[in-house]
């Protein structure tokens, strides 16, 4: 079955410091790729996505592209905020899964001013 | 842009109890509605998919007669936790899907029971 794995947290890091989080994957037939941030107390939120190999999402600074040879999705920032602070989850979307998403176990993040 | 509400942000309740968690698009309509619970400091894990007027498909291992989805309309789904117990105790976060939007998650329900 499907399946999302990525580097184990916490992640602390220091203001403006470089930002990569690991995400590699496991699925049948081409598969939707996803960030997702989590707010303390909230619902998830879309960071960013891709949709097929060598596609690159970006948003609010962070980006990640799809690896289909490594099946991999990083997720890098160049300068992290403290606002960046967060718990953060790659997931996909498998089309044969009718619109199912598998999620990684989440990375947490803290930034430090 | 896609918004979807889900009520109550946060409920206690009483052991044997049953308490009903509502999601719903605001602006959008959802074919299907997708239930998850999530742990301290863990993943979500998807309880049931439910599409409008059809029963709910639930994954392995969740109690269907424990959580009870209805999903009435195509801008409203809910989850009955019924006789709720401590070990219900959990976040459960409702995300919407429509043919425009892709997945929308609600903001989640932290559910006490004591």
């Known amino acids: 079955g499907d399946s999302v794995t990525q580097m184990e947290g916490p992640v602390t890091l220091s203001e403006e410091a470089f930002l990569t989080i690991n995400c590699t994957y496991t699925?049948?037939?081409?598969?939707?790729l996803f960030w997702y941030v989590q707010y303390p107390g909230e619902g998830l939120q879309l960071l960013l996505k891709?949709?097929?190999?060598?596609d690159k999402g970006s948003n609010k600074g962070f980006e990640a592209t799809y690896r289909k040879e490594t099946t991999s999705f990083h997720l890098e920032k160049g300068s992290v905020q403290v606002s960046d602070s967060a718990v953060y989850f790659c997931?996909?979307?498998?089309?044969?899964?009718?619109?199912?998403?598998?999620f990684g176990q989440g990375t947490i993040l803290t930034v430090h001013p | 842009g896609a918004v979807v509400s889900q009520h109550p942000s946060w409920v206690i309740c009483k052991s044997g109890t049953s308490v009903k968690i509502e999601c719903r698009s605001l602006?959008?309509?959802?074919?299907?509605m997708f239930w998850y619970r999530q742990f301290p400091k863990q993943s979500l894990m998807l309880m049931a998919t439910?599409?409008?007027?059809?029963?709910?498909?639930?994954e392995q291992g969740v109690e269907k007669d424990k959580f009870l989805i209805n999903h009435a309309s195509l801008t409203l789904s809910t989850l009955t936790v019924t006789s709720a117990h401590p070990e219900d105790s959990s976040f459960y976060i409702c995300?919407?899907?429509?043919?425009?939007?892709?997945?929308?998650f609600g903001s989640g329900t932290r559910l006490t029971v004591v």
């Open positions: 997931a996909l979307s498998d089309a044969d899964s009718y619109g199912k998403l598998t």
């Open positions: 439910s599409n409008e007027g059809s029963k709910a498909t639930y």
């Open positions: 602006d959008f309509q959802a074919t299907t």
């Open positions: 891709a949709t097929k190999a060598d």
């Open positions: 995300s919407a899907s429509g043919a425009r939007y892709g997945y929308t």
């Open positions: 699925a049948t037939g081409y598969p939707s």
